[in-house]
């Protein structure tokens, strides 16, 4: 009986941060002049909340991204049921934002339900190494599709990645990204792209509240990290980061306080899978 009451006092929680705290509606800061990730700058993470006073929460909110998804914090529940995926393809264009390589959908290219809410897909953009940690180990690669739903929210879903296989949607990307190697703030049409491509192969997720990775870090911001880790190469890793030509070996943020806040590991049962799929 406890331990019910435990878990309905967590999914309480968890459910007013992601619908109470007001939704995140800042987009991400799209000049890479302002902001770096050298931990010695005068631009670099540890002064992002000082060098303007809206990017302020970098420096002083208490549900900021990314963290560290300690086996010690995570609630394990079934209940959420699967990340519902309705992707579908559209025309893409491809920009070098200086810190990152961002893929943007022009029209409607699906979308998630969580909740009952559904999130539009945005754009997609890789960080390395991954931002999100798994019981203190950070991998090669992570990426993140960024929906926004009609309201303003966003949801994020994350993909981590370490070295291995080539990740088969990245290869089809190798020859655009290569393109705009030179290019920074030029945004390139490269035709119709279908999110459906990006493999997750796991129906087991993490699921928390927390921000945007970059300037302003709105917070805010509903997570999903799917559980496996997938594979990329070297050259795949290597080609993100020299695309960007940004002097820095890496673009990840350091990881955040949690502060409390549940971070759930959704792992939905067999029963759970076939009532959603009669």
Not at 158 to 175: A, R
Not at 185 to 191: P, W
């Amino acid at each position: 009986m406890k331990l019910l009451v435990a878990r309905i006092l967590l999914c309480t929680v968890f459910l007013f941060l992601a619908h109470h705290v007001g939704p995140a509606t800042s987009e991400e800061v799209e000049d890479e002049s302002l902001f770096n990730y050298d931990a010695g700058s005068e631009r670099g993470p540890a002064r992002w909340g000082e060098i303007r006073r809206e990017w302020g929460t970098c420096r002083n909110g208490s549900m900021q991204s990314p963290i560290d998804l300690s086996s010690e914090r995570v609630q394990v529940v079934a209940h959420l049921g699967r990340l519902k995926r309705c992707y579908e393809a559209s025309n893409a264009t491809l920009k070098n934002r200086g810190h990152d390589i961002v893929l943007r959908w022009e029209g409607g290219a699906g979308s998630i339900y969580v909740n009952g809410t559904q999130y539009l897909l945005k754009q997609c953009h890789w960080h390395s190494p991954s931002e999100h940690a798994v019981n203190g180990r950070r991998f090669d690669l992570e990426l993140h599709m960024v929906h926004e739903s009609p309201e303003g929210e966003i949801a994020v879903v994350g993909v981590m990645y370490k070295l291995g296989q080539p990740d088969t949607f990245l290869s089809t990307m190798m020859k655009h990204i290569e393109g705009i190697a030179d290019s920074h703030g030029v945004e390139r049409a490269i035709g119709i792209v279908n999110p459906k491509h990006i493999k997750i192969g796991s129906r087991n997720y993490y699921r928390y509240v927390g921000s945007l990775t970059v300037p302003p870090c709105t917070q805010n911001v509903l997570w999903t990290i799917v559980q496996k880790v997938r594979t990329v190469t070297r050259e795949q890793v290597k080609l993100l980061r020299e695309a960007v030509r940004d002097d820095s070996e890496f673009n990840a943020r350091p990881l955040q306080p949690i502060n409390r806040r549940p971070v759930q590991l959704v792992s939905p049962t067999d029963s759970e899978l076939e009532s959603e799929n009669p």
